[in-house]
């Protein structure tokens, strides 16, 4: 039996002389061959729809954040992670998605999204754990609990900053004066809660501190709540309202305190204390505390470490 050839293109199909082609079979290929086409079409467009919201965003984060027009393509990923953090994407604690995962969600390479990485891990923010992923720094963590605190004891013993005495002077609502808005990014008389608080240790009053916090972000929280909370006050912030504490900013002087102050710590108005200054700030340097601390200093010092 002798066969005919029908020229499709991309298929090639026979059937037997003087018979008409199977059509019915054709027309289900090409249906087929079609599909897959626009499907490879519609791949296509998402993942440039995924690449040009990309885009869009480091735009618009390289404007909110006054980053230089042309920066390095890990510095611009190192963004969005911030920006995926600040929006709640990954809580504290959690593992974040493995490099292979990022580097598919932003369409670059491993290296690129490991620097980027390696960057936020340097500054705190994420933690790489060997074999187990990469999370997302907490304050509830032993080892960064107290980071910010740098109060260390003039002898060789620890000082145990688990155990300090907390006692929450005063917590209220208040309006932002001219100095706390411009360390907190808001306007003057916006809502602010404004705490005092003394901290003792081995019985010792040591740390007078005034902080203020923006109203919006911390709405509810009141002394007979800090009081309840045992732990270091950045935990409870970031456990009770979602605020994480990144890093800070600080100015240090020699002062002498006034007769109120003078009167918490239990010192003569004669007895010099050390003014820490800071201004903590959450995910993209967001300013989220401003505080104003008295260190007591007979027997300690005030430690930092720069590299």
Not at 38 to 51: E, M, Y
Not at 69 to 87: G, H, M, N, T, V
Not at 279 to 286: D, L, M, R, S, V
Request: proline share 5%.
């Amino acid at each position: 039996m002798s066969y005919r050839r029908y020229d499709i293109p991309k298929y090639v199909f026979y059937s037997t002389l003087n018979q008409a082609p199977n059509c019915s079979f054709m027309s289900a290929q090409i249906k087929t061959r079609t599909q897959a086409i626009n499907t490879k079409v519609i791949s296509a467009d998402v993942k440039l729809n995924i690449k040009n919201s990309i885009l869009n965003k480091i735009e618009t984060i390289k404007s909110s954040a006054n980053l230089p027009a042309f920066s390095p393509l890990y510095q611009q990923i190192k963004e969005l992670l911030l920006q995926s953090l600040q929006e709640g994407e990954w809580q504290p604690g959690e593992v974040i998605p493995s490099e292979m995962d990022l580097a598919e969600r932003f369409q670059v390479s491993q290296g690129t999204v490991r620097k980027a990485i390696d960057e936020l891990a340097g500054e705190n923010i994420l933690i790489r754990r060997q074999g187990v992923g990469t999370f997302v720094a907490t304050h509830l963590e032993e080892r960064v609990q107290y980071r910010f605190l740098k109060l260390m004891p003039d002898s060789e013993d620890p000082l145990n900053k688990a155990s300090a005495d907390r006692r929450i002077i005063a917590c209220k609502q208040t309006f932002a004066s001219a100095e706390v808005a411009k360390a907190l990014g808001i306007t003057k008389n916006d809502a602010v809660l404004s705490l005092r608080r003394v901290l003792a240790f081995s019985g010792i009053a040591t740390i007078l501190e005034d902080i203020w916090l923006p109203g919006h972000s911390f709405a509810g929280l009141t002394a007979e709540r800090l009081r309840d909370y045992h732990g270091p006050m950045y935990a409870f912030f970031e456990s009770a309202f979602g605020v994480k504490m990144v890093n800070a900013q600080e100015r240090i002087k020699a002062l002498l305190p006034d007769p109120i102050q003078a009167n918490l710590l239990e010192i003569s108005t004669q007895t010099p204390v050390l003014s820490v200054e800071r201004t903590a700030f959450t995910y993209n340097n967001t300013p989220m505390e401003f505080r104003q601390g008295l260190y007591l200093t007979l027997d300690c010092h005030y430690r930092n470490e720069l590299n």
